[in-house]
């Protein structure tokens, strides 16, 4: 592989999927694409998605996908959106839980594409798109519904799908402050919810720094903010791209 790597990297949501190819600098070599994630979305189709927007883009030599859920050494042990059977908030098809369980996306990727391929949890991804490498760093994405990553001094911790957990009365986190609820609330109340999950948090991870992403970010209120404290910033949903690059970093 080149000293100076050009990078497919893909970022998969639950409404959408976006794609460009960066420089070892993280600079844009085309404008990102973006395709509406298709449902019902078994294995093969997310792979095939992903090769028809490869191949609008220029040539690369390495790719990293982010993808919403559990994603341990490149392989889907559950994910949220992708099992159901037209999207977020619908219900799950048994059939596509069976086939994502399991799954080596990576493998997948790479063989289809026949390139290097890398695959982590999108927030991961993101994360490694605006971490400084220095202290606990927290990654937050508020999109579809909630993601996290973990770093210290950099290196990646094991991935936990706080999603998941009740946060009050049983409703997930995923629910709560996710975009259907944002879309009813309304920007300031949602905002609100935010600055409560984020409270909460703060005393489970003592962080020196928590950054919220994802495509819900900017909609946080500057109120609300304000209160949150230096310690929290708001960062470009763009973060999903350009840590394409950063992320192979995390797994030298």
């Not at 040539?59 to 392989?75: E, F, S």
């Amino acid at each position: 592989m080149s000293t100076n790597p050009f990078t497919l990297a893909v970022d998969c949501g639950g409404g959408g999927i976006k794609a460009s190819v960066l420089d070892a600098a993280g600079t844009l070599h085309a404008p990102a694409v973006r395709v509406p994630t298709p449902y019902p979305l078994p294995p093969d189709r997310l792979v095939a998605t992903i090769a028809d927007i490869a191949a609008g883009l220029p040539a690369a030599d390495r790719v990293t996908v982010g993808m919403p859920g559990m994603i341990r050494h490149g392989v889907v042990v559950a994910t949220p959106h992708y099992v159901t059977r037209a999207g977020p908030r619908t219900a799950v098809d048994p059939d596509l839980f069976t086939a994502w369980a399991g799954y080596d996306i990576r493998a997948a990727v790479q063989e289809r594409l026949g390139l290097p391929t890398l695959v982590l949890n999108d927030a991961e991804v993101h994360g490694a798109g605006v971490i400084s490498g220095t202290g606990i760093e927290l990654v937050l994405t508020l999109g579809t519904g909630l993601g996290t990553a973990l770093f210290d001094g950099g290196v990646l911790a094991p991935h936990l799908e706080l999603s998941h957990a009740p946060v009050r009365w049983g409703t997930t986190y995923d629910a709560y402050i996710g975009q259907v609820e944002r879309a009813r609330l309304g920007d300031g109340l949602w905002s609100r919810r935010v600055r409560r999950v984020v409270e909460g948090f703060r005393p489970v991870f003592v962080w020196d720094r928590l950054y919220l992403g994802g495509g819900n970010a900017r909609q946080v209120t500057p109120a609300t903010l304000a209160k949150l404290g230096d310690d929290v910033v708001v960062v470009p949903n763009q973060a999903g791209i350009v840590g394409g690059v950063r992320a192979w970093s995390l797994s030298d």
